[in-house]
């Protein structure tokens, strides 16, 4: 096998690559031989159809079968032996015909960057650290109970928490919605979905009571025709409804899973929940800052095109941008991810760092575990090779990203579990 390499720029490489057309021939030969003995053709007994038939017959699609088994493998012995490291697939380019006893192919492609040693010491990085206390157990039950409530009809005046449905119009300088008649709409009062002005002048009033407010319209209102406008409101309240909250029985338990342990075991999985979505945003975090100090450190660091460009189109395609416009505005976050990527890798291959099953089991298990069927998700990633080498992929990143926390100079940020999960809260 004969090779020549040609750089294109700094990271494109031509790779052209003769082999000897009896490498073809010989491995076609054999598969012809083989498919006498197992094909099935009419009017020939098993195992007995002439090499003459079956070279008529499949000569063609084997010839193009082994042509292209033959480029994928010499291929690889071709970067092996000339130490490259492709980032992408390569474009193939061959007559596919034998031409004076060699066949020629051409390969195009982009090679990893080479980066260097990299020294995770000299990284600092801030960690955030939380836990789950018992009040976040206790506000998330409280939550829970919340989003259990029903809603019974009351003849007194609406409070705070109550839920108010009205009728309504709106008239201002050039406007009327609606154009005729009112709208109807509903509200928990308190809960800030309407404007404070309308909120605050529905509580004191009764079903069928009737008043004017005058109000301002936040430019992101969900009427359009009254977003960012002034306007005296009409209302007239049909229904008042005040909240009926369950209590933390056996009933309510059981809604949840809990049949077995009481108020204790419930505690428990309610814990266990928290921690681990506290657990997955802690991390991210943590990646998020370290990823931060990688790419400052290697600013200059030259990207494969080819990998930005198709990265910005998975980013595209996930925002759901037709495939014929540009993804150009991805690009950003796309060269981001791709840096990211390519050093978190680099640092795993010099330091032989490599994924853990166990933690991809483990992984595989917290994402189960948010389905009703949790084995049919596991299922699902275990036949599914692109779904399971996604995960793989995000274990390893992880593994590697606790791999710098632990060497480089880190400092820790205590924050409350709400902090963490709900910032500015």
């Keep these: 096998m004969q090779v020549s390499v040609e750089n294109v720029g700094k990271l494109g490489r031509k790779l052209v690559v003769r082999l000897p057309a009896d490498r073809l021939e010989d491995t076609v030969r054999n598969r012809i031989q083989e498919m006498t003995r197992s094909a099935r053709i009419k009017g020939f007994r098993p195992g007995k159809v002439p090499q003459k038939v079956i070279e008529q017959r499949f000569g063609a699609q084997l010839r193009s079968e082994v042509l292209s088994d033959l480029i994928g493998s010499s291929f690889q012995e071709a970067v092996t032996q000339e130490n490259l490291r492709p980032a992408v697939q390569p474009s193939i380019s061959t007559t596919g015909h034998p031409a004076d006893g060699q066949i020629e192919y051409t390969a195009e492609f982009e090679v990893v960057p080479e980066i260097g040693p990299i020294d995770v010491a000299a990284l600092e990085i801030t960690r955030t650290t939380a836990g789950v206390s018992d009040e976040d157990i206790d506000q998330m039950i409280e939550t829970l109970r919340q989003q259990r409530r029903s809603w019974t009809p009351v003849e007194r005046a609406a409070e705070s928490g109550d839920m108010a449905l009205f009728e309504f119009s709106a008239e201002g300088e050039g406007l009327r919605h609606p154009a005729s008649g009112s709208d109807r709409m509903g509200t928990i009062i308190g809960s800030n979905a309407l404007p404070a002005a309308l909120e605050s002048a529905l509580i004191g009033q009764s079903a069928e009571a009737e008043f004017d407010v005058d109000v301002d319209f936040p430019a992101d209102f969900r009427e359009a025709a009254l977003a960012g406008k002034s306007a005296k409101v009409h209302v007239r309240v049909v229904r008042v409804q005040a909240p009926q909250v369950p209590e933390v029985d056996d009933a309510f338990i059981a809604a949840f899973g809990v049949r077995e342990g009481g108020l ?155 902090e963490v999960m709900r910032p500015g809260v």
């Design 264 to 418: 204790a075991r419930f505690r428990d999985d309610v814990r266990a929940n928290l921690q681990r979505e506290l657990d997955g945003v802690l991390m991210n975090r943590l990646k998020a800052a370290t990823i931060d100090k990688l790419l400052a450190a290697h600013a200059d660091l030259e990207l494969p095109q080819s990998l930005i460009d198709g990265e910005a189109r998975l980013l595209a395609n996930q925002a759901r941008v037709p495939a014929d416009q540009s993804a150009e505005a991805f690009a950003p976050a796309a060269r981001r991810r791709v840096a990211a990527g390519l050093l978190l890798a680099e640092i795993a291959r010099q330091n032989q760092i490599s994924v853990e099953p166990r933690r991809v089991r483990e992984a595989l298990a917290t994402i189960a575990s948010t389905y009703e069927e949790p084995q049919q998700v596991i299922e699902l990633y275990s036949r599914d090779p692109q779904l399971m080498g996604g995960l793989q992929s995000r274990v390893l990143e992880d593994q590697v990203v606790e791999w710098i926390a632990d060497r480089a100079k880190v400092t820790e940020q205590p924050l409350s579990f709400n």
